[in-house]
Structure formats: C-alpha cells, structure tokens
C-alpha cells in the first residue's frame, strides 16, 4: 500500500432535497457561493492540499458538474475575442484544476455506498473522501491539516469541529482521548445522538482519510434506514482492526448545504472580497434589522 494521499473522492450524487426546487435541475453541488460553486472551493482545497487525481461521483441530472470542469471553448473564445484575459484565464484555470474522472452512483444509496463506487480508482492507496457541501474556511487548508495527521499515524482520519448545545445531535459525533494538541485518538463514533447521550462535542464533518480497507468494512456493513449504507456504521466496524484519529480543525467550517448556513457562508465569503466587501459592508450598515 502507498502511504502517500494522493487521490480524492467526491460524492455528488446526491439529490439536493434540501434546496429544493433550485435543485430540481440543477446540482446543489453547483450553488454558487458569491461567483464560484460549492464543489470548486473544495476541489481547490484537494488541490492545495497536495491531491493529483480526484473522483467525482455523480447521478443523474448531474452532468453540469462535468461541463464546469471540462474546457469550454466557445466561452474561452469569445473572451479572448473581447479581449477579457483575465476572466478567460480564470476560466481556463478551472479545467486545468487537476485530473479529473467521473463514474455514476446509479442510486443514492447513503454516503457508505457513494464512497465504495471509488474502488477501482482507488486500488491499494489511502484516499481522501470530501463533501462538497462542508466548506472550511481556513488559512491552511482543512485537508492538508488531516493529510499531516495521516502522515504520522498511518490511520484513517477523520475531521470534526466543536459543536455546543443541542446541534450536536445533527450529527455523527466522536468519543476520543486527545493525545496531541487537536489530535484524538478515536475510541467510538456515535450517529446522531440525543443530546444528553453525546460522548463529547466533537462532531464529524465532511472531510475523511480512509485507507483502502474500508471498502470491505463497506462490504460488511448492513444497510439502514431506506436501504442506505452509512459510512459511520463501516468506520465503525473498522475501528475494530485498526486506529483512527480525528483532527479538530483550525478554520470556520460552513454547512453550505443548509440554507441558513449557505446564507451566512455567502456574506462572510463576500466581505472577504477586495472587489465586493467595501459596498457590501456599507449596505449591511444600513439595512434596519431591529
């Protein structure tokens, strides 16, 4: 097995219910925040993070995400034509991002089941596995945090952020030992728990380090809820042979598939804009929200 991350999935099959009806049509995973969709920011992230290939895994309806990454040359052309280089190499700069394929999740079988569509391109190696849908603001990226964890375990690793009060029974939460300022050694996860049953509040998020041997662990998992196979029900069994870590991650993580958190990932991305923060601070100003 290599033990260098070097190739990235990400699931994009899913149906985008939360946004409906502008998902009807169109991939969530295409919402734009400000001027660039969700699932760029993370691939950036990939990139930035020392990633070479990436697996997009896709659904019906999803095919925008593969005109987006792909060359455009009528656009590219007439850009040049009006002379607009700038925004013709920020175009192109998209479809050179990095390597890219594709393969389809012909159902939406939960999280477990989009990640095993990544075996063959996966092989022996460990592999990163991102949600679009969690963006991480943060001055190093949120996956090179974690690819530094994995560098000195060797052990699956998964990203988590504190949660306070009630919220934490959104998610799948971890019961872990810190053993390194940030770092924990993982010893149970636990799938949306009432709030007084919480182990810690220290929720997963949407980045994770597996190596290879979670695709028998996925293998191995039985199916919940609507016939879906959960990923935190295959960490779970693999915890079992061998370690995991969680990283507690320096940076803002952003649940921009919820409409409230999309709302609020949009002004702060905005007010970080050299080109847009100035009118658009002075607008918040002014708006009467008493």
């Not at 609020?264 to 601070?281: H, N, Q, S, W």
């Amino acid at each position: 097995m290599s033990n260098k991350v070097r190739k990235a999935v990400f699931p994009a099959a899913g149906l985008g219910t939360r946004f409906l009806p502008a998902t009807k049509a169109s991939p969530k995973e295409m919402l734009p925040l400000v001027d660039k969709p969700l699932i760029q920011y993370s691939v950036e992230e990939a990139v930035a993070s020392g990633i070479e290939s990436i697996l997009i895994i896709t659904g019906r309806d999803k095919s925008a995400i593969e005109n987006h990454f792909d060359i455009s040359f009528e656009l590219e052309h007439l850009l040049k034509e009006k002379g607009n280089i700038a925004m013709f190499e920020a175009v192109r700069a998209i479809s050179d991002i990095a390597k890219i394929s594709y393969t389809r999740q012909k159902q939406a079988l939960g999280l477990g089941h989009a990640i095993y569509q990544a075996k063959d391109f996966v092989g022996d190696e460990p592999f990163a596995a991102l949600l679009a849908d969690d963006i991480v603001d943060a001055e190093k990226p949120a996956l090179r945090q974690m690819i530094e964890v994995f560098d000195k375990y060797q052990a699956p690793v998964i990203a988590t952020m504190q949660i306070a009060g009630e919220a934490i029974s959104r998610f799948g939460v971890i019961d872990a030992e810190e053993i390194e300022p940030g770092v924990f050694l993982v010893k149970d996860m636990v799938e949306k728990p009432a709030y007084a049953d919480a182990p810690s509040d220290l929720a997963i998020i949407g980045r994770y380090i597996f190596t290879p041997d979670i695709f028998e662990a996925i293998e191995q998992t039985k199916p919940g809820s609507g016939g879906e196979i959960q990923i935190t029900d295959a960490m779970r069994l693999l915890l079992k042979k061998r370690p995991f870590y969680a990283v507690k991650l320096n940076g803002t993580r952003h649940d921009a598939g919820d409409k409230l958190g999309f709302l609020i990932a949009t002004v702060e991305f905005a007010l970080k804009r050299d080109d847009l923060a100035g009118e658009f601070r002075e607008y918040l100003r002014s708006l009467k929200l008493d």
